[in-house]
């Protein structure tokens, strides 16, 4: 077991609690998406902690922050860790937030020892992992590995309208003073903790999770058109109800996507009706598909099938599907992965292989330089609530695993890339 302490236990829960401030709801959680005032000041908290260690703050076109303490070989590909601090509107204090506080604690830390790393080590803040303000998310990661176009991502609204071209803009304003790297740069090598989200740590009585990888993830935007007509005038057999059409593709999807097999998650989420009337019969009905399974052929046969089903189920309206997003299952880095292994059994954390069943922003640096995640426990498995909760403890723990990896990486020779990954996420668990 390790005896020395790599990390302040104190401070890092400390800096948790007190970005927990910003945003705060009544009922205990956080709400701070992307780019509001709320991230704004979170910002700038987060930066005034950064630059009191001696590191120097940077962002980039896309709005992620970066928290640089510089090693002897500034122009080596640098480490990077860290995570998200948006939220989603009744989310909690840790999703997210708990793997920038945990990152800027590793490398502060790694700062107060006094020697200098080999190459720089980089704290970073994603920018909209989350996607609820501006849809979908991760747009901060994906445009830093080249996954999605910038432009596209600056003419996304909110529901007010807002772009994110315009609230990119208005945060760089609030931060004159911090300097802006190019979109994209050569990684050496990614680290990010994460709560679980899930309640597979806790039911083991586990404190660390080895994340083996992330399933896969299709989302889609479907349209089903109708007509319009007067709830007491217009005969059942004139009307084209494009709720009455919603339901039965809905129930189509439902019975067979959502019986493929175990794994498969199949949700239909946000739905719109217009024009929402009581007495108007429904002319518009827009929804979206969350679909995930952690192997992609399974996935991929899924998601074509979604246009299908649709197309079958929706007379006498018409249909659109539109595909949005398309992450196929990926495995993190061997390496890392036994590293951080060691690294728990070394402080004397229990640990376990697991499969990551949300999205992280790690799955897009994964396919530009070798990435792993680590996972800690979060009370009763429950994420994106307001009661969501981890124990300082289990902060403590995934943190001071983190720091010890960051610290065998910050030291050595570059690792080369893992060969191609496998087709699947699938690991032991």
């Known amino acids: ?30 709400n701070r ?29 896309a709005g992620n922050l970066f928290l640089t303490l510089a090693g002897r070989d500034r122009l080596a590909p640098p480490l990077l860790l860290g995570s998200h601090i948006d939220s989603q509107p009744t989310g909690g204090k840790f999703d997210g937030a708990a793997g920038v506080m945990a990152a800027l604690e590793a490398v502060v830390s790694l700062a107060e020892q006094g020697e200098t790393a080999a190459r720089d080590v980089i704290v970073v803040a994603w920018m909209n992992e989350e996607g609820s303000r501006f849809a979908p998310g991760m ?32 945060l760089h304003q609030a931060f004159p003073d911090v300097s ?8 050496g090598a990614y ?57 039965k593709v809905a129930s189509a999807l439902h019975a067979e996507i ?40 399974v996935l991929d046969a899924a998601g074509a099938r979604i246009k299908v089903l649709c197309d079958d189920n929706a007379s006498p309206c018409t249909v659109t599907v539109t595909p949005l997003v398309d992450a196929p299952s990926n495995a993190f880095d061997p390496r890392l992965r036994t590293s951080i292994a060691e690294a728990a059994r070394e402080q004397g954390h229990s640990a376990m292989d697991i499969l990551s069943a949300a999205g992280h922003d790690a799955r897009h640096l994964a396919k530009v330089c070798p990435a792993a995640m680590i996972f800690i426990p979060c009370h009763d498995g429950v ?12 902060v403590a723990a995934g943190a001071s695993v983190l720091a010890q990896v960051l610290r065998g990486l910050a030291f050595a020779p570059a690792i080369e890339p893992a060969e191609a990954g496998p087709e699947s996420a699938i690991g032991p668990s």
């Open 180 to 187: 802006h790297k190019p979109l994209g740069f050569a990684v």
């Open 1 to 30: 077991m390790t005896s020395q302490p790599l990390i302040n236990a104190d401070r890092l829960w400390a800096r948790l609690m007190s970005l927990a401030e910003i945003g705060a709801t009544p009922a205990g959680g956080v």
């Open 383 to 394: 994420s994106h609530v307001e009661h969501e909760w981890a124990e300082a403890a289990h």
């Open 258 to 297: 959502g019986t493929i097999d175990a794994d498969i998650k199949f949700t239909i989420g946000r739905v719109t009706v217009v024009p929402n009337a009581p007495s108007v019969v429904p002319s518009r009905v827009s929804f979206s598909i969350d679909l995930r399974h952690p192997d992609n052929a």
């Open 33 to 61: 998406q992307a780019l509001s005032d709320g991230e704004i000041a979170a910002w700038s908290r987060v930066i005034g902690w950064a630059v009191e260690a001696g590191l120097t703050p940077s962002t980039d076109p």
């Open 191 to 247: 680290l990010e903790l994460h709560i679980e989200q899930g309640p597979l740590l806790e039911a083991a009585g586990r404190t660390i999770g080895v994340v083996t990888g992330i399933q896969g993830k299709k989302t889609f935007q479907v349209v089903v058109e109708g007509g319009e007509g007067h709830a007491g005038t217009l005969a059942q057999s004139e009307r084209r109800d494009a709720l009455a059409a919603f339901a």
């Open 139 to 170: 747009m901060g990661s994906e445009a830093f590995t080249g996954e999605r176009d910038l432009d596209a991502i600056r003419a996304a609204r909110d529901a007010d309208g807002i772009t994110v071209g315009e609230a990119l803009d208005r």
